[in-house]
């Protein structure tokens, strides 16, 4: 699991290796010390909240989309290139000072090893050269995800699967209501998307149960699912949150504007309109939370007052 790997990396970066060791030899220090810091720390934390992550921009927007993320996410330094004006932090809910920079990839060259998470708001193909030189294997190299200025989409370019740039390309896209972009060839053969709605406090093992529960209406396992999905006024839902870890998922925050003015046809729900102003959460957020999608499950309520409802993407 990405999530074993990540603690051995940030045991690597907290306490350093040698430039001249090869690629297995980090590897097998990476390890030892990964050892003593699961032993430092006890049990396992939440991977993404331990990630020292350094976002990148070379551009305004960038900027912006940047110190959005910033207000998200727990350890992070902001890197921004030296031709954009100072300030810059309006409508930033937690500013940070920016680090100046006047080469990408100098700046890449420096930080590369640094930190365990890479988001770079610029082109890939800015990224892709900046990063090449550094690039040694997926079991030492960071999480590298890029966002495009207009924080549209946010990809897991280097380290998906290892090194929890899928899992960040999710965080990153719930914050700043973007599409994750994942190619890994293991998880893009998942078709499944389950969308759930449950109320306030719902335990984490009534949401597991009913995951569960909904999968095998539809004669599916857990390993035919991409993701779990729900409204983004669910994002900090402490039951939901820890469900997905438990059952090794990420989950899609669905952006509430984009529920209430999409044309996908589902069921809506005068109870859910009342209590949280939206015409349905499960349906919406599975049909949403995907491409070319359609519903096999149709919203099903079941113990806890749980709604789970359960989409198919079709492949071209």
């Known amino acids: 699991m990405w999530k074993d790997f990540h603690l051995q990396r940030m045991a690597k970066l907290k306490t350093g290796s040698s430039s001249s060791l090869g690629v297995s030899d980090r590897y097998a220090h990476a390890q030892r010390q990964g050892r003593l810091f699961r032993k430092s720390v006890g049990h396992e934390p939440d991977a993404l909240r331990l990630m020292k992550i350094a976002l990148i921009t070379l551009s305004n927007e960038g900027y912006r989309i940047a110190q959005r993320l910033a207000g998200g996410l727990e350890r992070v330094d902001l890197f921004a290139h030296t031709g954009l004006p100072g300030g810059g932090q309006a409508g930033a809910s937690r500013a940070i000072k920016a680090k100046r920079f006047d080469s990408i990839k100098n700046l890449s060259r420096k930080i590369f090893n640094r930190y365990s998470g890479l988001v770079y708001i610029a082109p890939c193909g800015a990224v892709v050269r900046a990063i090449a030189s550094w690039v040694r ?7 590298v995800v890029v966002v495009d200025a207009g924080g549209r989409y946010a990809i897991s370019l280097l380290s998906g699967h290892e090194g929890g740039a899928n899992a960040l390309a999710f965080k990153v896209a719930n914050i700043i209501g973007a599409e994750p972009v994942i190619s890994t060839t293991t998880e893009a053969v998942k078709r499944l998307i389950v969308g759930v709605g449950c109320r306030r406090g719902t335990s984490a093992e009534a949401i597991i149960q009913t995951v569960r529960s909904a999968l095998r209406k539809v004669r599916a396992r857990l390993e035919h699912v991409r993701a779990m999905a729900s409204a983004d006024i669910k994002s900090r839902e402490p039951g939901l949150l820890e469900a997905a870890q438990r059952l090794g998922l990420s989950v899609r925050f669905i952006p509430s504007d984009e ?3 999409t044309t996908r046809k589902f069921q809506r729900s005068s109870f859910v309109a009342a209590k949280v ?34 989409a198919r993407e079709n492949f071209l």
């Open 137 to 143: 294997h997926k079991t030492v190299d960071p999480a």
């Open 259 to 261: 529920i209430i003015s």
């Open 277 to 310: 102003n939206l015409p349905a959460v499960a349906e919406p957020a599975a049909l949403l939370a995907g491409r070319r999608t359609r519903l096999i499950l149709p919203k099903t309520r079941f113990i806890h007052g749980v709604t789970i409802a359960v």
